[in-house]
């Protein structure tokens, strides 16, 4: 009798794998496990685990050498990977990858076109995917006028500027409805009024469909218009995976704080008392925190709109346990609607954003300036 022992361990390998990597039905992308290297570098990326359902708009952040366009690239199965990687239910790794890169569409962030008009640039992308001639004419037409570029249909690929080349990729990732769009750097090269236009078009047309996204973007403008997910990539790894807005205003630590340009990162100890926990902050300034804080933090968060006037005129009421303060003013910088005041504190820099109403008349540089803050509104890092 023949025996079929290595049948029974490829059989029982594959159901451990769709137990580690979840649901064919949950996600459209899994990874668990995920490492890249090269010859020169390790742990280019290390991705623990990562998962995207249908439908969330996820964005990535990291500086330079971080690992994000790896990340993409190898999502996109461009990359030689160890580890597991699920899309759309099935095993990367097994599955026809040339099926799987068709139910997605990654567009890169150098400009690459081939030497062919826009229109045929664009309608390739559908060919490569079988969709019948009499619906590609009408579906280039609708994506190259989503991104405004339309009337750059019969000019030659070669012939376009860098921010017209760029509308055209984006048109060509996206004409094909997929249903994972991996876009690193979308609006690099577009000019700086046309980027949140392009970006809403992007999540409109994602949202319409039904995809999901990974956006890799450097501009923080951008992000903030678009995802609801954030993940914070460091070295090649996860250090944060949240809401986007935890992830701005409780980020995991100093790294991600500086990334996501929090306004006040002040040094401080800690000191466990009666009401709470004493915290003493570089600049002299003193308060009672009342919840509960690990022992191991160097530094607490302040975001600049947590700050507002300490006056009789304020409009926010008084709370027990505020913060008061009083500092030096140093710079103002008027906007609309809010002014944002640079201020000394001691030896250190802050920065508040008031309502321009109570700042008009009542700041001027070089004046002092009574401010205060919630205890609740400081995160620890």
């Known amino acids: 009798m023949m025996k079929i022992t290595g049948f029974k361990s490829f059989v029982a390998s594959a159901v451990g794998r769709q137990k580690n990597l979840g649901s064919i039905n949950e996600y459209v992308l899994n990874m668990h496990q995920v490492k890249v290297d090269s010859k020169t570098r390790k742990n280019i990326l290390t991705i623990d685990n990562f998962a995207v359902r249908p439908g969330e708009l996820v964005a990535v952040l990291g500086p330079n050498g971080a690992g994000k366009?790896?990340?993409?690239?190898?999502?996109?199965?461009?990359?030689?990977?160890?580890?597991?990687?699920?899309?759309?239910?099935?095993?990367?790794?097994y599955a026809n990858q040339t099926n799987l890169r068709r139910?997605?569409?990654?567009?890169f962030q150098e400009t690459l076109l081939l030497d062919d008009t826009v229109f045929n640039n664009v309608a390739r992308v559908l060919q490569f995917r079988g969709v019948p001639k009499h619906q590609i004419k009408q579906r280039v037409y609708t994506a190259l006028e989503t991104f405004g570029c339309e009337h750059l249909a019969y000019r030659s690929a070669r012939s376009l500027s860098g921010g017209e080349g760029k509308r055209v990729c984006i048109a060509?990732?996206?004409?094909?409805?997929?249903?994972?769009l991996l876009l690193?750097?979308?609006?690099?090269?577009?000019d700086v009024a046309i980027r949140p236009q392009i970006i809403e078009k992007i999540r409109q047309w994602a949202q319409d469909?039904?995809?999901?996204?990974?956006?890799?973007?450097?501009?923080?403008?951008?992000?903030?218009?678009?995802?609801?997910?954030?993940?914070?990539?460091?070295?090649?790894?996860?250090?944060?995976?949240?809401?986007?807005?935890?992830?701005?205003?409780?980020?995991?630590?100093?790294?991600?704080?500086?990334?996501?340009?929090?306004d006040n990162i002040i040094p401080c100890?800690?000191?466990?008392?009666?009401?709470?926990?004493?915290?003493?902050l570089a600049n002299s300034?003193?308060?009672?925190?009342?919840?509960?804080?690990?022992?191991?933090?160097?530094?607490?968060?302040?975001?600049?709109?947590?700050?507002?006037?300490?006056?009789?005129?304020?409009?926010?009421?008084y709370q027990p346990g505020v913060v008061r303060l009083e500092g030096r003013v140093e710079r103002?910088?008027?906007?609309?609607?809010?002014?944002?005041?640079?201020?000394?504190?001691?030896?250190q820099i802050l920065t508040a954003k008031l309502r321009r109403g109570y700042t008009s008349e009542n700041i001027y540089r070089h004046g002092k300036i009574k401010l205060a803050f919630s205890p609740t509104d400081v995160h620890f890092v």
């Open 69 to 93: 366009s790896t990340m993409l690239r190898t999502i996109n199965m461009l990359q030689p990977y160890r580890g597991q990687i699920q899309l759309f239910g099935q095993d990367a790794s």
């Open 103 to 107: 139910r997605s569409a990654l567009v």
């Open 172 to 180: 060509s990732g996206l004409v094909a409805d997929s249903e994972l």
């Open 184 to 190: 690193d750097e979308p609006s690099a090269s577009l």
């Open 209 to 262: 469909r039904g995809s999901a996204v990974i956006l890799v973007s450097h501009n923080f403008t951008d992000i903030l218009n678009f995802a609801d997910r954030a993940i914070a990539l460091f070295d090649g790894c996860i250090i944060q995976d949240d809401k986007l807005e935890n992830l701005i205003r409780r980020p995991a630590n100093q790294q991600i704080a500086r990334l996501v340009g929090m």
């Open 269 to 280: 100890k800690i000191k466990p008392g009666d009401r709470g926990y004493l915290i003493k």
């Open 285 to 317: 300034l003193e308060f009672f925190y009342p919840g509960e804080l690990k022992t191991t933090i160097t530094a607490c968060c302040l975001s600049s709109d947590a700050f507002y006037l300490d006056h009789t005129n304020s409009s926010i009421p």
């Open 332 to 347: 103002i910088l008027r906007g609309i609607g809010t002014d944002t005041i640079r201020f000394q504190l001691g030896e």
